[in-house]
C-alpha cells in the first residue's frame, strides 16, 4: 500500500504558487519523499526529492516539515502545462540496497485554471 | 541522450493469447522497474529487475514474468491474457540507491 495521502484533486490559478500537500506520518528516518507528475498519456515525470531539508530546482520547492510526517510541492508560477496528476511517494534510500519497491498512490489532480 | 524507451507503443491482444513488452532503459541505467496503469488509477508496481535477477515484486500472478539482459534492457511477458491486463505498462529505470526513476511513455495494452 501506498505510504502517503494526497488531496485527489485541486485547482489552482494560472500564474499563483499551486501547493500540493502530503502526509506521511509513518516515514521512517531512511525514507526520501519524491514527487512525480503525469500529464496525460505519458509516463510520470520526475519533479524533486528531499530527506530532511526544503530543496529546489528548477521546477519546483518541496517544503518538508521539521518532523517529516508532511511536506508541500510548490509549483512557484503555475501555467497550464503544469495541469497533472501529482505523486508523492517515499522510498528508502539505502546505501548497497537495491531492494526497494516505490509505490505509487492514487496522486492529486492539479487542474490550472486560465 | 536517450531517455527510457518502449516497444511497441500500442498493442492489441485476444484474451488467452500471449504479449512480450520491451524495454531499453536510460543511458547508464542498470535497475528496470514495471508498472501496470489501469485507467484513472496511479501506477501499480510489478517487479523490479537488477543484474538480471527479479529483486521485487508486487501483488502480481505468475503470469506476469520478466527478463533483464546483460545489456540492462529488459523484457516483460504476460500469460493467458485476461480482460483486465487492459492497461498502461510503464517501464522505469534507476541507478543507486537514491536515484529518480525514470519512466518511458508505455506501452498500451488493449486485450479484447
Known amino acids: 500500500d501506498a505510504k502517503t495521502t494526497q488531496p485527489t484533486s485541486m485547482d489552482c490559478a494560472e500564474g499563483r504558487a499551486a501547493n500540493l500537500p502530503c502526509n506521511h506520518s509513518?516515514?521512517?528516518?531512511?525514507?526520501?519523499v519524491y514527487w512525480y507528475r503525469q500529464i496525460h498519456s505519458q509516463g510520470p515525470q520526475y519533479i524533486i526529492h528531499g530527506l530532511k531539508n526544503n530543496e529546489t530546482n528548477e521546477m519546483a520547492s518541496l517544503i518538508i516539515t521539521e518532523d517529516r510526517k508532511s511536506s508541500t510541492l510548490i509549483l512557484p508560477h503555475a501555467t497550464l502545462r503544469d495541469t497533472a496528476v501529482y505523486y508523492c511517494i517515499v522510498r528508502v534510500g539505502l546505501v548497497g540496497n537495491r531492494d526497494d519497491k516505490i509505490i505509487f498512490g492514487k496522486g492529486t489532480r492539479l487542474h490550472i485554471l486560465p | 541522450d536517450a531517455g527510457v524507451t518502449q516497444s511497441p507503443t500500442h498493442l492489441i491482444k485476444t484474451r488467452g493469447q500471449q504479449v512480450t513488452l520491451r524495454c531499453s532503459p536510460k543511458?547508464?541505467?542498470?535497475?528496470v522497474s514495471w508498472y501496470q496503469q489501469a485507467l484513472g488509477q496511479g501506477p501499480q508496481f510489478i517487479f523490479q529487475?537488477?543484474?538480471?535477477?527479479?529483486?521485487q515484486r508486487g501483488n502480481f500472478p505468475d503470469r506476469f514474468s520478466g527478463h533483464q539482459f546483460p545489456n540492462y534492457s529488459s523484457e516483460l511477458n504476460v500469460n493467458a491474457l485476461l480482460l483486465g491486463d487492459s492497461a498502461l505498462y510503464l517501464c522505469?529505470?534507476?541507478?543507486?540507491?537514491?536515484?529518480?526513476?525514470?519512466f518511458g511513455n508505455g506501452t498500451r495494452l488493449t486485450v479484447t
Open positions: 543511458s547508464g541505467h542498470d535497475t
Open positions: 509513518t516515514i521512517s528516518g531512511n525514507e526520501y
Open positions: 522505469a529505470s534507476s541507478f543507486g540507491e537514491v536515484s529518480p526513476l525514470h
Open positions: 529487475y537488477y543484474e538480471e535477477e527479479e529483486r
